[in-house]
């Protein structure tokens, strides 16, 4: 114990990051070309800071697995970016942006890193709009905003259905500029193996070219993980396929506590399940339910088509539930509601697992052409994936794994329990409580790495400035490697007959069906059986074509795969550990009469920040207490 010291700044919360930034130590600029830093990843968070380092002088080297920084997955975001601009007048303000995701978190994320996130919101807008992202506008030519899930303010900015794409743009531009200054140097398809440390600060990685399969050592003063979530752990889920948690979960076993590990958001609104081979499930966005209505036929196994139910024979069960937010209550509660009236038999479709969304009623109110400016996008693509045109019937949807609020455990500062190791965006746990708000991610990815980590890893740097260039001839370099081409040639050896993804598939289902929307004791203690059982058998019958030497996509698979199998095993112990229910987390022990989840304050108002103990041995828990100054914890309530 004792490991976990969050750094957060005195003083009142409101002024806790402007008297950070006031105090913090700072590295004069001849002296930042000699520091070096490298990143990991491209998304918001990693292309942002990236280019915010490189514009500050240090020397950056960049890494993604992708082809092009802009395929990082941010690309696929759709809805939109919160800031409390409060250009609608609506009462909105940093205070209220930071209470509703407090709350909306289920009072289970650190009070002063969500404040910070709200305050800097605005500054990442400007940043875009500076940058050239073409956000949607009113016809004054003032930025236009939307609403998402858990609040009842329209602070969310959207370039129609595909923000993330357009953001990604503005960032990736940002980035190209600080390349071509020779301040940031790009590695495009590398994948970060593993975290060299040395003395106990991370010190650089060993990755491999995915191209030719050759492995190369980087060397830094300090590293930062920008690696996104591990939401395909469900197999199926609305991330990209190559979506991973290796490096966090390689950062963790050198010594980065792993936090909240369980608190994953399953997403009320995507394309259900169509059949047995598919790879991925596709979103269609939280904005849609600004205009569109969630129902189900009121009697039971209805199988006419929609528009033939008769209004008085729909059910709008978020609306009757929940009358103070409507189709905007937050996603746990959404995906849960949907759940709960399919499972009594409401569901809609051959399998009986999917609601309806419908646009009838705003159509009928603002026109074809105001839905189809906001959403045309979305639309296009729900048609193109099931052939349905929704201007006319309503679009399918259910719930699906999607973002993980759980990730590495950082203080104030963004940096893990690793000194020099930072984690920002997805990656991290910080911000989002046990259920993030909608719009709230980018808002977050974006802060972290363009105005929160540049301030913060100067004080870090600035005692770094005598530790010349770090050499890649150290022995850690030499053992780190040598264990990650071990690791290679072992699974290359085990010439077993079944492909990674099909254990991947069958984790998947064992993780969705005892440890997603909803989980117990019993099917927990299940879970933990079969996933074990299950990797022993990839142990024994992998089957990866070729050498690690090439080009080798099955060997990239089965790392991954190989990592998943000891995150869910991590993520099974902490939901059971977490005898509450919160947010996202949902232990069908602990619900009210209502259903609704049932916190227990008393014993679980702590982040579950969990050490690598060794192979084979249990994590070990460390408890990093929330303490709640500006907000009274409370029934999280959406009626
Ligand atoms: C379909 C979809 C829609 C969404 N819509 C919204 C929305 O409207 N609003 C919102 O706020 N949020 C949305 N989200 C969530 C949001 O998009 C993500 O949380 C956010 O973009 C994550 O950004 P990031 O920078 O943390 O990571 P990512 O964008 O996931 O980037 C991860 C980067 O890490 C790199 N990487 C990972 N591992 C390695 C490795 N081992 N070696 C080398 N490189 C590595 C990858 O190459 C990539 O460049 C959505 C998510 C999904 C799935």
Not at 293 to 315: F, L, M, Q
């Amino acid at each position: 114990m004792g490991k976990i010291i969050s750094k957060i700044p005195d003083g009142p919360l409101a002024s806790k990051w402007t008297k950070y930034k006031a105090s913090v130590k700072l590295v004069n600029p001849a002296n930042k070309k000699k520091l070096e830093i490298i990143v990991i990843g491209t998304g918001l968070s990693g292309a942002g800071a990236s280019s915010a380092l490189g514009e500050l002088g240090y020397s950056v080297k960049t890494f993604c697995y992708q082809d092009s920084p802009r395929r990082a997955h941010s690309v696929a975001a759709q809805g939109g970016i919160n800031a409390a601009k409060n250009y609608q007048n609506d009462g909105d303000s940093t205070y209220r942006l930071f209470y509703d995701m407090i709350k909306g978190g289920d009072f289970r994320a650190r009070e002063a890193n969500v404040y910070r996130a709200a305050e800097v919101s605005n500054q990442v807008i400007d940043h875009y709009t500076a940058l050239g992202v073409p956000f949607a506008r009113d016809y004054g030519g003032t930025l236009d905003t939307r609403s998402f899930g858990g609040v009842q303010v329209s602070r969310t900015f959207y370039s129609k259905g595909q923000t993330g794409q357009q953001c990604l743009l503005g960032v990736y531009s940002s980035l190209n500029r600080q390349i071509k200054k020779g301040n940031v140097t790009m590695y495009p398809r590398r994948e970060m193996l593993d975290l060299v440390l040395v003395d106990g600060k991370a010190r650089g990685i060993i990755a491999r070219n995915l191209l030719t399969g050759e492995i190369e050592r980087h060397a830094a003063h300090a590293v930062v993980l920008a690696t996104g979530g591990y939401g395909t752990i469900y197999f199926l889920s609305t991330l990209a396929v190559n979506s991973n948690a290796s490096a966090a979960w390689k950062a963790h076993k050198k010594g980065a506590f792993f936090a909240n590990p369980s608190f994953v958001q399953i997403h009320p609104t995507c394309v259900p399940q169509l059949n047995e081979f598919q790879s991925k499930l596709t979103l269609m966005s939280e904005s849609l339910r600004n205009d569109g209505r969630v129902w189900v036929p009121k009697t039971k196994g209805d199988s006419r088509p929609a528009n033939d139910i008769p209004e008085e024979e729909r059910d709008y069960f978020l609306e009757r539930r929940y009358p103070a937010f409507g189709n905007l209550v937050p996603r746990d509660v959404a995906s849960r509601a949907a759940k709960e009236r399919c499972d009594a038999g409401f569901g809609i479709g051959e399998t009986g697992l999917a609601v309806n969304l419908d646009f009838r009623d705003s159509i009928k109110k603002q026109g074809k052409e105001a839905i189809e400016s906001k959403y045309g996008n979305l639309f296009d693509m729900y048609k193109t994936i099931t052939g349905i045109n929704s201007y006319e019937e309503p679009m399918r949807i259910y719930p699906a794994g999607h973002y993980t609020m759980g990730g590495l455990w950082v203080d104030y500062e963004l940096m893990t329990t690793i000194p020099g190791l930072y984690a920002i965006g997805e990656s991290n746990f910080s911000d989002h409580g046990a259920n993030r708000l909608g719009a709230s991610s980018l808002m977050q990815a974006s802060g972290d790495g363009y105005f929160i980590l540049p301030n913060t890893i100067s004080n870090y740097l600035s005692d770094e400035i005598r530790v010349p260039k770090i050499s890649t001839d150290k022995p850690e370099f030499d053992e780190t490697e040598k264990a990650v081409i071990e690791r290679l040639n072992k699974f290359i050896s085990i010439k077993g007959k079944q492909t990674a993804a099909s254990f991947h598939k069958r984790l998947g289902k064992i993780m969705w069906d005892y440890c997603g929307m909803v989980r117990n004791e019993e099917g927990l203690n299940k879970a933990l059986v079969l996933i074990k059982d299950l990797r022993d058998e990839f142990w024994r019958d992998l089957n990866i074509p070729g050498e690690f030497t090439e080009l080798n996509q099955e060997l990239e698979k089965a790392g991954r795969v190989a990592d998943y199998f000891e995150l869910a095993e991590l993520l099974v112990t902490d939901a059971l550990n977490r005898n509450e229910s919160c947010g996202a987390h949902f232990r069908e022990e602990y619900q009210t009469p209502e259903g609704e989840a049932l916190r227990n304050d008393e014993e679980f108002a702590y982040v579950a920040a969990w050490e690598y103990a060794g192979e084979g041995k249990p994590h070990i828990l460390h408890k990093e207490e929330l303490k709640f100054e500006e907000v009274e914890m409370k029934v999280r309530s959406y009626k």
